[in-house]
């Protein structure tokens, strides 16, 4: 994935100035700094839902914006899944619905065997079967994250986009359904994007980082090779490093009482 950026708004929008430059081949990329930094901008260029004054972005092998070749692919081409940070899903849907609604309305009997496939399955992968036809109303927090990533997924994307998605959870629960998505995104090979500013979602989801601050994205690096070193350079590096260590330290910790 390559993206490189740029675009300033007005100042009667506060004159922010958005600068990313980012190469990555991940399958797990964290943009990860502090609210207002440019990691939705960014997420939203991505997708589509905001088209930049300048740059480039590919993903794979497809160009999705040239601005110097005239090349912008709108949101509907991108075959990019979006994980909202509210998660968006509809209230007059049931859950089965809600997942089958990428697909629209097929009009061919074979096209729709194939939605209707695609959404059992994900029903049962992300343990939602009991539920299917119960409301958004009516299911848990945690059921309603599941739904919505079933959702994103359902149409086999190129890449997963997450938009904090844990953020508007309560502590507790925020623990809990961190590691339930963890494991459940780790069933499929979709590469994703995740943005946050908290280091627990870097830890568990991503496998490299790229710094945000004011608008510029600084360089992506391994969560493996960052050091003690980097630490004393950077807070938002300092952050990471400890969090590290701290679930390492709880891993060993941990590890014995297992062996019992």
Known sequence: MDIRID????????????QVD???????????????????????ALSGL?????????VGD???????????????????????????LFPHLTVRQNIAFPFG?????????ERNTRVEAMLDSFELTAVADS?????????????ALARALVTRPSLLLLDEPFSALDPLLRIRVREQCGAMLALFPTPAVIITHDPEDVMIFADSVTLYERGR???TRSLDSLTERDAENSELLRTLVRARSVREFLRRTEAPARSF
């Open 217 to 219: 994205a600084g360089e």
């Open 50 to 58: 905001f088209q930049p004054q300048s740059g480039y972005i590919r």
């Open 7 to 18: 675009h300033t708004f007005p100042r009667n929008r506060g004159g922010f100035r958005l």
């Open 105 to 113: 309305r097929p009009w061919r009997a074979a096209r729709r065997r």
């Open 135 to 147: 409301f958004p109303s009516g299911i848990s927090g945690g059921q309603k994250q599941r739904v």
């Open 22 to 44: 980012i190469g990555a081949d991940s399958r797990r990329l964290a943009f990860f700094g502090p609210s207002g930094s440019g990691k939705t901008l960014t997420l939203h």
């Open 62 to 88: 497809r160009v999705l914006l040239d601005s110097a070749k005239g090349i912008c692919l709108p949101a509907r081409k991108r075959n990019i899944g979006y994980l909202f940070q509210d998660y968006a």
